[in-house]
Antibody
Framework: QITLKESGPTLVKPTQTLTLTCTFS??????????VGWIRQPPGKALEWLGV???????RYTPSLKSRLTITMDTSKNQVVLTMTNMDPVDTATYYC??????????????WGQGTLVTVSS | QTVVTQEPSLTVSPGGTVTLTCASS?????????PNWFQQKPGQAPRALIY???NKHSWTPARFSGSLLGGKAALTLSGVQPEDEAEYYC???????????FGPGTKLTVL
């Protein structure tokens, strides 16, 4: 059974750096063709894909936020960490992590964490 | 800037059929975009429904189906239930630049 859970601060100040941790179970990032993605959702708004880290430590980021995002993994701890610099009130959102799997024929996000609400305010 | 579009809102009667679509600003959506569909109810995390255009997850009810329709990805609900009232998001994979884009969501009302 695959589970994921996000953790981190609920409140950050403008210009600060946000660090969120996704702790997962039921799969390993040492296994080929899997990954963990990050998605966020401002209150009352749509989902936004932020980035993904693949089993081989390859990473991809959404172009609009690429300069501010870093995703890393610790396979021994079954954790993936999202870092976002220079936080602004518009970054207030629920942040989700999700299990990702792919093959030549399939790409999908299937299991999601419950999400964590991060508020950016002074 | 890649833009994905969906119908802002749709209304369907219980027991009816409704189709939601997902279009890309880059041109026709094909299977190579590996369309994914998600359902989200208020206060809940998204739930995956369909992947790679037509494939259902093990938990996806049979009344949900995915397809390509007129250059768009499509999600069809047949025999709609009251509990299907939710926001539905599509996700497309842009392989050339290796990133993903969500649509703005369709609010489905069952009335």
């Amino acid at each position: 059974q695959i589970t994921l859970k996000e953790s981190g601060p609920t409140l950050v100040k403008p210009t600060q750096t946000l660090t969120l941790t996704c702790t997962f179970s039921g799969f390993s990032l040492s296994t080929s063709a899997v990954g963990v993605g990050w998605i966020r959702q401002p209150p009352g708004k749509a989902l936004e894909w932020l980035g993904v880290i693949y089993w081989d430590d390859d990473k991809r980021y959404t172009p609009s936020l690429k300069s501010r995002l870093t995703i890393t993994m610790d396979t021994s701890k079954n954790q993936v960490v999202l870092t976002m610099t220079n936080m602004d009130p518009v970054d207030t959102a629920t942040y989700y992590c999700a299990h990702f799997a792919y093959s030549h024929y399939d790409y999908y996000f299937d299991y999601w964490g419950q999400g964590t609400l991060v508020t950016v305010s002074s | 800037q890649t833009v994905v579009t969906q119908e802002p809102s749709l209304t369907v009667s219980p027991g009816g059929t409704v189709t939601l679509t997902c279009a890309s600003s880059t041109g026709p959506v094909t299977s190579g975009y590996f369309p994914n569909w998600f359902q989200q109810k208020p206060g809940q995390a998204p739930r995956a429904l369909i992947y790679s255009t037509t494939n259902k997850h093990s938990w996806t009810p049979a009344r949900f189906s995915g397809s390509l329709l007129g250059g768009k990805a499509a999600l069809t609900l047949s025999g709609v239930q009251p509990e299907d009232e939710a926001e539905y998001y599509c996700l497309l994979f842009y392989g050339g630049v290796q990133h993903y884009v969500f649509g703005p969501g369709t609010k489905l009302t069952v009335l």
